[in-house]
């Protein structure tokens, strides 16, 4: 009877160890879901006007297709940018907003009765930021992706 007992606990305990060696693979293949989902890219780059490195601005990138795109963008510093994968772009074709205002000047702004704004007036011709022109393609690929502008 004891050997029988012996025989039985001998098989539990290598069922229990199959069953735990499977329960962890599962775990462990199943993850807890992708790391990057939607494939998002690291964008670097340098931005220029009329030659200059702007010193400070902002860029921003908006998906072509506004219904399944991401938007994203960074701080122009000594006219570069930099996007983090965490925050960057998916591959897909995306228009290009670049803006640099002039922080010594500033304009009003109409807006409704009693609402007077003053911002700081845009140095970067409206064809590169509210009425945009420039385009770019984020490829499938890894790593970061270099984007440059050069504006005229």
């Known amino acids: 009877m004891l050997s029988n007992f012996a025989a039985d606990a001998?098989?539990?305990s290598r069922f229990s160890a199959r069953a735990l060696v499977v329960l962890v693979t599962a775990l462990f293949s199943c993850g807890c879901?992708?790391?990057n989902p939607l494939g998002r890219r690291a964008v670097h780059g340098a931005v220029t006007f009329q030659g200059k490195p702007i010193d400070y601005g902002?860029?921003?990138f908006q998906p072509d297709d506004?219904?399944?795109g991401v938007s994203s963008g960074a701080m122009i510093e000594g006219g570069k940018y930099q996007i983090k994968m965490s925050q960057g772009l998916p591959p897909g074709s995306y228009q290009v907003m670049i803006s640099a205002p002039d922080r010594g000047?500033?304009?009003k702004v109409e807006g409704p009765p009693g609402d007077e704004r003053t911002l700081a007036v845009e140095r970067i011709p409206?064809?590169?930021n509210l009425k945009t022109t420039?385009?770019?393609d984020v490829p499938k690929a890894r790593g970061s992706h270099e984007?440059?502008?050069q504006l005229q």
């Open 10 to 12: 001998g098989a539990d």
């Open 33 to 35: 879901g992708e790391a």
């Open 58 to 60: 902002a860029i921003t």
């Open 66 to 68: 506004l219904q399944n």
């Open 105 to 107: 000047k500033q304009e």
């Open 126 to 128: 409206a064809k590169y």
């Open 134 to 136: 420039l385009k770019v």
């Open 147 to 149: 984007a440059n502008f």
